[in-house]
Nanobody, 125 residues
Framework: QVQVVESGGGLVQAGGSLGLSCTASDSTTVSFVMAWFRQAPGKDREFVAATSWNGGSTYYADSVKGRFTISRDNAKNTMYLQMNTLKQEDTAVYYC??????????????????WGQGTQVTVSS
């Protein structure tokens, strides 16, 4: 059973930067599609960014395009999310997701098989 664990959340002022990591339990995930989702209080979980197995293709939600960068290092079984120019509306619990085969579109949470427990990102004014 693959496990993924997020780290790097915290409190940051608006306009600041923060980096998240997602580390997988084993190297089988090197062939997986991996993604970041987030969920703010009272809202549905939403897509943030996704990366193909080798990082050759990346996808972003319009709300984060140009501010966030997704990347991965398969030698370390780790995916990253660099978040710059953070806004208060970026405040949410951020989740790592992974799947060997997507059961739907990359931006749908239902497409992914494995999820982390989430890490809180809070952006203050």
């Amino acid at each position: 059973q693959v496990q993924v664990v997020e780290s790097g959340g915290g409190l940051v002022q608006a306009g600041g930067s923060l980096g998240l990591s997602c580390t997988a339990s084993d190297s089988t995930t090197v062939s997986f599609v991996m993604a970041w989702f987030r969920q703010a209080p009272g809202k549905d979980r939403e897509f943030v960014a996704a990366t193909s197995w080798n990082g050759g293709s990346t996808y972003y939600a319009d709300s984060v395009k140009g501010r966030f960068t997704i990347s991965r290092d398969n030698a370390k079984n780790t995916m990253y999310l660099q978040m710059n120019t953070l806004k208060q509306e970026d405040t949410a619990v951020y989740y790592c997701a992974a799947s060997e085969y997507l059961r739907g579109s990359y931006y749908l949470s239902s497409s992914y098989d494995y999820w982390g427990q989430g890490t809180q990102v809070t952006v203050s004014s």
